[in-house]
């Protein structure tokens, strides 16, 4: 079945550090890629997707590339802020009308 | 803009008792999916409601149902409930059909604590 495995946090980094989260990805096909981010007492929100091999999604700083060579969809941000603080998740969306395949979550902390 | 709204936001139950969580989809939407978040973990899919009708399920047992109205809000029931019931339970909107490049849109949960 589908899965997806991100790297295992708490990741606590200094403000303006580089900020990498690793994910890879088990699926059949062309599955479409998501990373979603979940601050304190929230839901979900979209951060940015990619639908398509070599794709790059961006959204506010953050960027990841859809590496179908590697089933990867790593997610990096050049200078994280303490409001970057929050849990992010990889997912996977295989076809239409499917159900979403996450991640375990990493969780990040920005410290001042 | 509406986004998605859930309630109750918190809510307390025993083992044994039934639980019912509301869901009002975002403005436009006819699809609705519920999805269980333990403590410290990815959301794990239970359904997707859409013509009032279950489309899909997860691998979540009967006690798990749910029901879409005409107005595509939708109702998650748990009966039965158990200590490992706990979890923030989230529904997400859609249009539909959900193609592989529609997007989610999340509520801020429903948090369930069972004691």
């Known amino acids: 079945g589908n899965s997806v495995t991100q790297m295992e946090g708490p990741v606590t980094l200094s403000e303006e550090a580089f900020l990498t989260i690793n994910c890879t990805y088990t699926a059949t096909g062309y599955p479409s890629l998501f990373w979603y981010v979940q601050y304190p007492g929230e839901g979900l929100q979209l951060l940015l997707k990619a639908t398509k091999a070599d794709d790059k999604g961006s959204n506010k700083g953050f960027e990841a590339t859809y590496r179908k060579e590697t089933t990867s969809f790593h997610l990096e941000k050049g200078s994280v802020q303490v409001s970057d603080s929050a849990v992010y998740f990889c997912a996977l969306i295989k076809a239409a009308g499917n159900k979403l395949t996450f991640g375990g979550g990493t969780r990040v902390l920005v410290k001042p | 803009d509406a986004g998605v709204t859930q309630s109750p936001t918190h809510l307390i139950k025993t083992r044994g008792q039934q639980v019912t969580l509301r869901c009002s989809p975002k403005?436009?939407?006819?699809?609705v999916s519920w999805y269980q978040q333990a403590l410290g973990q990815g959301p794990q899919f239970i359904f997707q409601?859409?013509?009032?009708?279950?489309?899909q399920r997860g691998n979540f047992p009967d006690r798990f149902s749910g029901h879409q109205f005409p107005n595509y809000s939708s109702e998650l029931n748990v009966n039965a409930l158990l200590l490992g019931d706990s979890a923030l339970y989230l529904c997400?909107?859609?249009?539909?059909?959900?193609?592989?490049?529609?997007?989610?849109?999340f509520g801020a949960g429903s948090r369930l604590t069972v004691l």
């Open positions: 403005s436009g939407h006819d699809t």
């Open positions: 997400a909107s859609s249009l539909a059909p959900v193609a592989r490049t529609n997007v989610l849109t």
């Open positions: 409601y859409y013509e009032e009708e279950e489309r």
